[in-house]
C-alpha cells in the first residue's frame, strides 16, 4: 500500500510547520458548522413531513369513531345539548381527549351545503376553558375553520391549519377530516359532518428541535471529532518535533545552561556548562548548583531576589564559580523562573556566561584610564610650575624693556627696544594662556559670583584693546540693548575674560573694518510662570562680530580644540597658541552658559554665550 502525507499532496493549505494554515483550520470548522445546519434543516423538514402525516392520519383515526348515521341525527341546533345523542359523543370526545395528552380540543362541525351555513354540533377541552368553547348550534362562518371545513367539501380528504393561535393566545396545530364513513363525499349529500382536533404546537416544536438539535449535533461529532484529533495530532507531533529541535538546540549551543529546581537542585545541564565548570554531567545531576559557588550571598539579599523569582521576574547577579580543580572565575548568571500549571514558580532556568575576558578587559581599561588621567594631571602640574617660573622673568623682562624705550636711544637702539618690547608682550600672553589652561583643566579655577555691571565690563574690555585696535586702524563698536538690566550677579573677572580673549582674536584676524560686542535680553523670568526661583533669571546674549577673515565650515568642528588654529600659516602671521577660544569655552560653561560660533569664510563671526 502506497503510504502519502496530505502536507505533500496538499501543500498550500498547509503551514510551513507542518500544521493546517489558521485559513484553512476556519474554513474546515465553517463547513463542518454549515453541514450540522444543513443536515439540520433537512431533519427538520423530514419530522414536519412526519408530523404533519401523523396528524392527518390521527384525525382520520378518530373520525371513524363518530359514524355518520349518529351523527347525522343532531340537529345543528342549541337544543342538541339537551339531547342523550349529543351527551353520548361529548363523552366520547372526552375519551378520545384523555387517550392522548397532547390533544386539547375536539369538535364536531356540519356544512350545510345548501344554505352554505357551517354549525358548531358538539365541542369538548379542557375544564377551564368550557365557558370559552363554541356549543352546538353556534354559527362558525367567517371563523378561521370555515377555510379548512370548504376545503373539505372541495374533496380534500384531510386538512390542516398550523400554529394558530385560541383566545388565551397559546399555539396550536389542527386537523380536519369528514366524520364517519366513508370518507369520500357522498353525491347529492346536503349535509357534511367534519372532525376536528387540536394538539398542542409546543408539543410539535419540542418534538422536532430536539430531533434537530440531535441530528446537528450528531454531524458535528461525526466530522468535527476526527478533524480535531487530526489537529491535535498534529499539534502534538509538532510540538514533540519542536521540543525535540529545542532540546538539541540547547545541548549544542555554546552557552552554559542549567535547568533546576526552585530550591537550586539541578535536573539538566548542557555540554556547554560541563565544559565550563568541568564537571561530568551524572555528577551535576541532584547536585545543588549553590555549592559552586565561592562564596555565599548575605541571606537578605538572597531572601530579596528569591521575592523577585517568586513574582516571575528575571534576575541578572554575577557570582564566581568554582571549577572541578578548584580554580574559580567569574560568572555572569540569568536565572528565569518557569510557572507551572497552578501558576506558582516550581522550575528556574540558568544561563550562565563566562566572564573572565571581559574582566581583564575591564580592568585594562580602568588602568588605562586611571594612567591617562595620571598623565594629565602630570601634565597639568608641568605646565602650571612651567609657566610659573617662565612668568617671573619674562614680567622682569617687560618692564626693563618699558624703562629702556624711556632712555635717549638712536633710531637703531630704539628700535631694539621695540622688539625686545614686542617680543616679550608675546611671550606674557602666551604663559598666562598656558597657565590658565593648566589650572582649568586641573579643576584649580574657582567661580566667585557677585554683582557686576555689564556694561561696564564691555566698555573696560573695549578700553583694554583699543591700542591694539587704533595700530589697524579698525573701529570698536558696542551695542547694549535698553532692557539689559544695570547690574547683574556673575564673576565679572572671567566674564571679562572671556569678552578679552573674542575681541583681542577679532582685532588680530581682522584686517581692516569694525569688531562689535553686543549684548542683549533673551528670555526673562516673567516668561517662567509663577516660580519664584525663576522670578529673577533671565538671559543675557553676548556676541562679538568683526569683518576679519572668518572660518571655513569643515574647520569649525575643531575650533575649540585646544593648540589648534586653522592655518599653520596663522602662527608665524598672527602668532598665539590657538588656546584663547578653549579657554574661554571653558570658562563659559563654569558660568552656567552655552558657547557657540556662527560663521562662514567671508563673513562675520559670531560668538554666543547666555
Request: glycine share 8%; net charge neutral.
Amino acid at each position: 500500500m502506497m503510504a502519502f502525507d496530505c502536507a505533500t499532496l496538499c501543500p498550500k493549505f498547509f503551514h510551513k510547520t507542518g500544521m493546517l494554515s489558521k485559513r484553512t483550520t476556519i474554513i474546515v470548522c465553517i463547513a463542518i458548522f454549515a453541514i450540522g445546519l444543513l443536515s439540520g434543516g433537512l431533519e427538520c423538514f423530514r419530522m414536519y413531513k412526519n408530523q404533519r402525516g401523523k396528524l392527518e392520519a390521527g384525525v382520520l383515526h378518530y373520525a371513524l369513531a363518530f359514524p355518520i348515521d349518529e351523527v347525522s341525527q343532531l340537529t345543528g341546533l342549541p337544543g342538541d345539548v339537551d339531547s342523550k345523542l349529543h351527551e353520548q359523543i361529548s363523552e366520547r370526545q372526552v375519551e378520545l381527549l384523555d387517550s392522548h395528552p397532547a390533544i386539547s380540543f375536539m369538535e364536531l362541525i356540519r356544512l350545510d351545503r345548501r344554505s352554505g351555513r357551517i354549525v358548531c354540533l358538539a365541542a369538548a377541552g379542557p375544564g377551564e376553558e368550557a365557558a370559552r368553547m363554541p356549543r352546538a348550534g353556534d354559527s362558525l362562518d367567517g371563523t378561521p375553520d370555515a377555510r379548512p371545513v370548504l376545503e373539505l367539501a372541495g374533496g380534500a380528504k384531510t386538512a390542516v391549519r398550523l400554529f394558530h393561535r385560541d383566545w388565551l393566545g397559546k399555539r396550536w396545530v389542527s386537523a380536519y377530516a369528514r366524520a364517519g364513513e366513508p370518507q369520500e363525499p357522498v353525491n347529492g349529500e346536503p349535509l357534511m359532518n367534519v372532525l376536528r382536533y387540536d394538539v398542542d404546537a409546543s408539543y410539535w416544536i419540542r418534538h422536532i428541535s430536539e430531533n434537530v438539535l440531535w441530528r446537528m449535533f450528531a454531524v458535528w461529532v461525526v466530522l468535527g471529532l476526527p478533524f480535531a484529533a487530526y489537529t491535535l495530532g498534529r499539534y502534538r507531533s509538532r510540538q514533540s518535533v519542536r521540543l525535540r529541535e529545542f532540546g538539541e538546540a540547547i545541548e549544542q549551543t555554546k552557552t552554559a545552561i542549567v535547568i533546576s529546581s526552585f530550591d537550586s537542585v539541578i535536573n539538566y545541564v548542557n555540554p556547554a556548562f560541563c565544559a565550563q565548570i568541568g564537571y561530568e554531567k551524572n555528577e551535576l545531576m541532584d547536585l545543588k548548583w549553590r555549592t559552586l559557588r565561592c562564596v555565599e550571598p548575605d541571606p537578605e539579599e538572597i531572601e530579596r531576589r528569591l521575592e523577585i523569582l517568586r513574582t516571575g521576574a528575571p534576575v541578572e547577579v554575577e557570582w564566581e564559580f568554582r571549577r572541578k580543580d578548584g580554580r574559580t572565575y567569574p560568572v555572569r548568571t540569568t536565572l528565569t523562573p518557569v510557572r507551572n500549571e497552578s501558576g506558582s514558580v516550581d522550575t528556574m532556568i540558568l544561563v550562565i556566561v563566562d566572564i573572565t575576558g571581559q574582566k581583564k578587559r575591564d580592568a585594562a581599561l580602568l588602568l588605562e584610564k586611571e594612567q591617562a588621567e595620571q598623565m594629565d594631571r602630570a601634565k597639568s602640574v608641568f605646565l602650571h610650575a612651567m609657566s610659573e617660573e617662565v612668568g617671573v622673568p619674562l614680567r622682569n623682562l617687560v618692564a626693563l624693556s618699558d624703562s629702556l624705550r624711556t632712555m635717549p636711544l638712536n633710531n637703531e637702539q630704539a628700535g631694539y627696544a621695540e622688539i625686545i618690547q614686542k617680543s616679550t608682550g608675546t611671550l606674557v600672553r602666551l604663559t598666562d594662556d598656558i597657565l590658565d589652561f593648566s589650572h582649568i583643566t586641573a579643576g584649580q579655577v574657582k567661580i566667585s559670583p557677585v554683582l557686576a555691571e555689564p556694561r561696564v565690563l564691555i566698555e573696560e574690555t573695549l578700553d583694554i584693546v583699543a591700542p591694539q585696535a587704533a595700530q589697524k586702524n579698525i573701529v570698536l563698536l558696542r551695542n547694549v540693548m535698553r532692557d539689559v538690566p544695570r547690574a547683574i550677579i556673575i564673576d565679572g573677572t572671567r566674564l571679562r575674560q572671556v569678552l578679552l580673549n573674542l575681541s583681542g582674536n577679532a582685532i588680530k584676524f581682522t584686517k581692516n573694518g569694525e569688531v562689535e560686542i553686543r549684548l542683549k535680553v533673551i528670555s526673562s523670568g516673567n516668561a517662567a510662570g509663577n516660580d519664584p526661583a525663576n522670578r529673577n533669571r533671565m538671559s543675557l546674549l553676548f556676541s562679538v562680530r568683526d569683518t576679519g577673515i572668518g572660518i571655513a565650515h569643515e574647520n569649525q568642528e575643531k575650533l575649540f580644540l585646544p593648540f589648534w588654529q586653522a592655518d599653520s600659516t596663522n602662527v608665524r602671521r598672527y602668532g598665539g597658541a590657538g588656546l584663547g577660544l578653549a579657554i574661554s569655552r571653558h570658562l563659559i560653561h563654569m558660568l552656567g552658559g552655552i558657547f557657540a560660533w556662527k560663521a562662514n569664510r567671508g563673513r562675520a563671526p559670531f560668538f554666543i554665550f547666555p
